[in-house]
């Protein structure tokens, strides 16, 4: 084992460098025709870059503010019933595939959606009211667990304090909770504005013409539709340094806690029923916004026509999503691991923060810049038609990447920090070390990490539409295509197999309280 680590550690990370260089180099135009500056002076392309902006401010602003309420509701009234289970749909509803919701909300506000009749002769849903929909449900459940998390961490003398001092109300939230608060609130709205300007498929789906348009969908409209690599490059190289700065900027803010257990230390904070009632209120609404567009898939599906359905097809692109997440997934261990190799083999701080900064570094780099890079920059030597389904794999694990190492990083800490030693003395073989006591010991991380990088690897839009082709398309991009061919009950039905899926998986590796 520890051969194996010298080989496989470096040559993962210099895989990984090796990647964003590659990118680089087609971003610079290396052997191919430059980015085309001339786009400067182009209307639409402020037109694009304004709606980009302005679509991830609304939708940031809007998650945070509604998140507030439930937040506080769930860490501090004890009387909410299924608190646990809204949690748990917090974190599915987050990495869901954005498929299914779209494919939801278009049943309850689309032309013919069920609430359509009551919003009036004016309602659009196409455009930026779906948009702001789509992104305040998929990051609603995010800032709710990480706000939670937040004032369950005030102790309990603080709250015992502030009672014996005769704080109630607004001088309560401001000396007790808002210090706790304030530190967290410009994270939460920084890492969702960079979510949402790096939005593909909501934006594609929902968009409803240029005038809605973002960076992603207008670089994959220049590459796929028109093959003007030139603008594909310009509109990658601004969106890349647009999160950049963004990225390196919301980074000081510190790190966002969000999958933590909920932690109830007993102590109830004396509130008024206003208060109570206001916090149930938005309790209330916030699982029936979370919950309905889901529910509708049912009735919407129930109206297919069980024999003009393509259940071959189904079959076929179900069986190829999961391929392709299982293959991610499994690379995304074994790059995880072999970065820790060398991580764990460091005694210098100094070497460890440029390896963990290789690992993070593709944050800074959108999913659909890295995918524009690595195309073009191969097109002159291979054809996409037959391996761009290796790039969708490995495109995958390395946007996964990031996330798994943040995840596991304290898991491995504890771990050398407690048992590296006692291992030593009793003189275990290398892999009976690794297998027997290192893995089961990160097992309950590695679980819900690789539960979750499947279930984004089974979404994936934006990747698959770069390297793709129909004749294997995955099931996101097949129920993409039902609903622009207005079969809103086949994809309804093809959407709730793609939900189905994410659970049973999220299921089956949430991890159990003994594992550990």
């Known amino acids: 084992m520890p051969r194996l680590d010298q080989l496989l550690g470096p040559l993962l990370l210099s895989f990984l460098l090796a990647v964003s260089v590659v990118a680089f180099l087609a971003l610079m135009g290396w052997g191919r025709s430059a980015a085309d500056m001339s786009l400067l002076s182009e209307p639409w392309f402020w037109q694009v870059l304004q709606f980009s902006l302005v679509q991830a401010l609304l939708s940031s602003v809007l998650s945070?503010?509604?998140?507030?309420?439930?937040?506080?509701?769930?860490?501090?009234?004890?009387?909410?019933?299924?608190?646990?289970?809204?949690?748990?749909?917090?974190?599915?509803?987050?990495?869901?595939?954005?498929?299914?919701?779209?494919?939801?909300?278009?049943?309850?506000?689309?032309?013919?959606?069920?609430?359509?009749?009551?919003?009036?002769?004016?309602?659009?849903?196409?455009?930026?009211?779906?948009?702001?929909?789509?992104?305040?449900?998929?990051?609603?459940?995010?800032?709710?667990?990480?706000?939670?998390?937040?004032?369950?961490?005030?102790?309990?003398?603080?709250?015992?304090?502030?009672?014996?001092?005769?704080?109630?109300?607004?001088?309560?939230?401001?000396?007790?909770?808002?210090?706790?608060?304030?530190?967290?609130?410009?994270?939460?709205?920084?890492?969702?504005?960079?979510?949402?300007?790096?939005?593909?498929?909501?934006?594609?789906?929902?968009?409803?013409?240029?005038?809605?348009?973002?960076?992603?969908?207008?670089?994959?409209?220049?590459?796929?539709?028109?093959?003007?690599?030139?603008?594909?490059?310009?509109?990658?190289?601004?969106?890349?340094?647009?999160?950049?700065?963004?990225?390196?900027?919301?980074?000081?803010?510190?790190?966002?806690e969000w999958l933590s257990p909920a932690q109830h230390t007993g102590w109830r904070s004396s509130?008024?029923?206003?208060?109570?009632?206001?916090?149930?209120?938005?309790?209330?609404?916030?699982?029936?916004?979370?919950?309905?567009?889901?529910?509708?898939?049912?009735?919407?599906?129930?109206?297919?026509?069980?024999?003009?359905?393509?259940?071959?097809?189904?079959?076929?692109?179900?069986?190829?999503s999961l391929g392709f997440a299982s293959l991610a997934s499994l690379c995304l261990l074994i790059c995880v691991v072999g970065v820790f190799s060398v991580w764990r083999q460091s005694t210098s701080e100094r070497v460890r923060g440029v390896i963990e900064a290789i690992a993070l570094h593709h944050l800074?780099?959108?999913?659909?810049?890295?995918?524009?890079?690595?195309?073009?920059?191969?097109?002159?030597?291979?054809?996409?038609?037959?391996?761009?389904?290796v790039a969708i794999i490995l495109l995958n694990t390395l946007v996964a990447?990031?996330?798994?190492?943040?995840?596991?990083?304290?898991?491995?800490?504890?771990?050398?920090?407690?048992?590296?030693?006692?291992?030593?003395?009793?003189?275990?073989?290398?892999?009976?070390?690794?297998y027997c006591v290192y893995l089961s010991y990160l097992r309950p991380t590695l679980q819900r990490v690789l539960g979750m990088s499947f279930v984004l690897a089974l979404g994936d839009m934006a990747i698959f539409s770069i390297f793709g082709r129909d004749e294997w398309r995955t099931l996101p991009w097949l129920i993409y295509s039902l609903a622009g061919s207005y079969r809103m009950a086949d994809a309804a039905l093809a959407a709730l197999l793609l939900m189905g899926i994410s659970m049973l998986v999220l299921r089956v590796l949430e991890p159990s309280h003994e594992s550990k």
């Not at 709710?144 to 015992?160: D, G, L, N």
């Not at 309560?172 to 300007?197: N, Q, S």
């Not at 407690?418 to 290398?430: E, F, H, I, N, T």
């Open 401 to 434: 990447l990031p996330f798994a190492f943040t995840q596991l990083k304290p898991a491995v800490f504890e771990y050398d920090q407690q048992y590296r030693r006692l291992v030593s003395d009793l003189k275990l073989g290398a892999w009976r070390h690794f």
């Open 271 to 320: 509130q008024s029923a206003a208060v109570i009632l206001t916090g149930r209120c938005a309790y209330g609404m916030a699982i029936l916004f979370l919950v309905l567009p889901i529910l509708t898939l049912v009735p919407a599906a129930m109206r297919v026509n069980l024999e003009t359905f393509p259940w071959g097809e189904l079959m076929q692109v179900t069986l190829r």
């Open 64 to 256: 945070v503010l509604l998140a507030i309420p439930v937040a506080r509701a769930l860490a501090l009234d004890t009387g909410l019933v299924a608190k646990a289970w809204f949690l748990r749909w917090c974190l599915l509803c987050f990495v869901m595939p954005s498929l299914v919701l779209i494919t939801g909300l278009v049943a309850l506000f689309g032309r013919s959606g069920y609430l359509t009749p009551w919003l009036g002769e004016h309602w659009r849903f196409y455009g930026l009211n779906g948009i702001l929909l789509a992104h305040v449900f998929l990051n609603l459940p995010f800032a709710i667990r990480v706000f939670c998390h937040r004032w369950q961490m005030i102790p309990e003398t603080a709250w015992k304090l502030s009672s014996q001092l005769g704080f109630r109300g607004w001088q309560a939230f401001w000396l007790v909770e808002w210090p706790v608060l304030r530190g967290v609130i410009p994270a939460v709205a920084g890492f969702i504005f960079l979510l949402c300007f790096n939005s593909f498929a909501v934006v594609l789906a929902l968009g409803g013409g240029p005038s809605a348009s973002t960076l992603e969908v207008a670089i994959y409209q220049a590459l796929k539709y028109q093959f003007n690599p030139a603008e594909a490059l310009f509109l990658a190289w601004t969106q890349l340094l647009i999160v950049g700065v963004l990225y390196l900027l919301f980074r000081r803010l510190g790190k966002l």
């Open 364 to 389: 800074m780099i959108p999913g659909m810049v890295l995918s524009v890079g690595i195309y073009l920059f191969f097109l002159p030597y291979l054809s996409w038609h037959e391996w761009g389904w």
